[in-house]
């Protein structure tokens, strides 16, 4: 068999993690108005990780307009990386170096915090440590590359060049050269998402879906939020995770809402060794991205478009799917797999690739949470350090990097 897709067997439009075991979170229907320390508005995977944080010391609410888990946390793909979408010598030229070895030196303990929590709360959701491998493409060849791993080996982060012949020696691809880091995991989204919320429940928290937030108000104690479930809700703060569904009213300077595809090969996909412990993705635009998942599924990605809803078009992910397996058969040839699911969905971009975690403009007690970029998850991490640092009146050194 070839990497071309057989139609009769595509789960099309769906993620794979629709279907993993473990998604279940109890929630409760808003039937009456309620009050708590903090509202959390999205049970995303950042109103899991924010909720799993603040639970700890403070009653929480977590609302959302549909069944937990089923914004783009359900779409990704995934890959927990420290690796910022802009490479450090390129964020360093926008923001200058000193906040530019921060940023990264942040996403990089941040994954390690994730794999942390997950460790520390036992939450069963196929995480594993991988390498990152970052092929030169057409955005960025292998000077820039060679630069970039001095630049970030400088400032301590474990990652190395690799030329053209170390690359198809090692990983049987044709390319310029590659930076290979270490520190980067991968994991089941969904599944990671419903432990977190899980073991915010157990602290008390109470998720409630499917009530929509219609309107916020803030005054001098609080917040309140109205809902259309006809019931208010009251808090001391509250935090919007509502991912790329921008809440009405909170500016999003330099954001932009793009389309971005994906697709799973059957599980148990014949592939070399040293794929099941490497992410890969490439210096492109649109770029390529894989990963084994721990069923044996290749999970692949890219393909993005400037559109914030070709991703809803049902005939342009037949193309694009076409177009990633195609890709991903070049660049691998001695791959042999099938694809079985193929899905889409909305992805947030930035100027700089960092996400924007910040107080909303003109309102008090009120945080948004804005994950851009391929480091979404990553930011989720850091955005719930953030926010629960500054609700619990501290301040987090890094706070100012994604103030943007
Ligand atoms: C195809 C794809 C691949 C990706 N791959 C990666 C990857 O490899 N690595 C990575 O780190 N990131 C990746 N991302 C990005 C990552 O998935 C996102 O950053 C992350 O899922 C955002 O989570 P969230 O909780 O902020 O948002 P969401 O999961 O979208 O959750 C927001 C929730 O808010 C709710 N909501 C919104 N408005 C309201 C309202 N007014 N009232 C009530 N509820 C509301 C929504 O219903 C939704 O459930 C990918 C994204 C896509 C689409």
Redesign the pocket.
């Known amino acids: 068999m070839t990497g071309a897709t057989r139609k009769r067997d595509l789960r099309t439009g769906r993620p794979v993690w629709a279907d993993s075991y473990g998604l279940g979170v109890p929630v409760r229907t808003l039937d009456a108005a309620i009050s708590v320390d903090v509202v959390i508005?999205?049970?995303?995977?950042?109103?899991?990780f924010m909720a799993h944080d603040l639970s700890r010391d403070h009653s929480v609410a977590v609302?959302?307009?549909?069944p937990?888990?089923?914004?783009?946390?359900?779409?990704?793909?995934?890959?927990?990386?420290w690796e910022i979408d802009l490479p450090l010598t390129v964020l360093a030229e926008k923001i200058g170096a000193e906040k530019a070895k921060r940023a990264y030196l942040r996403s990089r303990a941040a994954v390690e915090d994730l794999k942390r929590i997950v460790a520390h709360e036992r939450i069963v959701c196929g995480l594993k440590d991988k390498d990152s491998l970052y092929l030169a493409g057409d955005t960025y060849g292998y000077r820039a590359l060679e630069a970039e791993a001095g630049a970030r080996a400088a400032i301590g982060l474990d990652s190395e060049f690799i030329g053209p012949a170390d690359l198809r020696e090692r990983f049987g691809i044709d390319r310029t050269g590659a930076i290979i880091s270490s520190g980067s995991a991968s994991a089941d989204?969904a599944r990671l998402?419903a432990g977190l919320l899980r073991r915010a429940r157990a602290n008390g928290a109470t998720v409630y879906s499917q009530?929509?937030?219609?309107q916020a108000a803030s005054d001098p104690e609080g917040v309140t939020l109205i809902t259309d479930a006809g019931h208010a809700v009251r808090a001391r703060q509250v935090v919007f995770?509502?991912?790329?569904?921008f809440?009405k009213g909170v500016p999003t300077p330099g954001a932009k809402v793009i389309s971005?595809?994906?697709l799973a090969t059957k599980s148990r996909t014949a592939c070399p060794a040293w794929l099941r412990d490497t992410l890969v993705w490439e210096a492109s635009d649109p770029y390529l991205?894989f990963r084994m998942g721990g069923d044996g599924r290749l999970i692949v990605?890219g393909e993005d478009e400037d559109s914030p809803d070709a991703h809803q078009d049902e005939a342009r992910l037949k193309r694009k799917c076409a177009a990633i397996a195609a890709k991903l058969q070049a660049l691998v040839p001695a791959l042999d797999f099938e694809v079985d699911y193929s899905?889409?969905?909305?992805?947030?971009e930035s100027a700089t690739g960092l996400p924007s975690i910040a107080p909303v403009p003109d309102m008090d007690h009120a945080w948004a949470?804005m994950?851009f970029g391929?480091?979404?998850?990553?930011?989720?991490v850091i955005a719930s350090q953030v926010v629960a640092a500054a609700i619990r009146g501290q301040v987090d050194p890094d706070a100012d990097l994604y103030r943007v």
């Open positions: 508005v999205g049970a995303g995977i950042s109103g899991a609302l959302d307009r549909r937990p888990l089923t914004g783009s946390t359900m779409a990704s793909t995934a890959l927990l990386q989204p998402a009530v929509e937030v219609l995770c509502c991912g790329y569904e809440p971005t595809w994906a991205y990605g899905w889409a969905g909305a992805f947030g949470v994950g391929g480091n979404g998850i990553t930011y989720s």
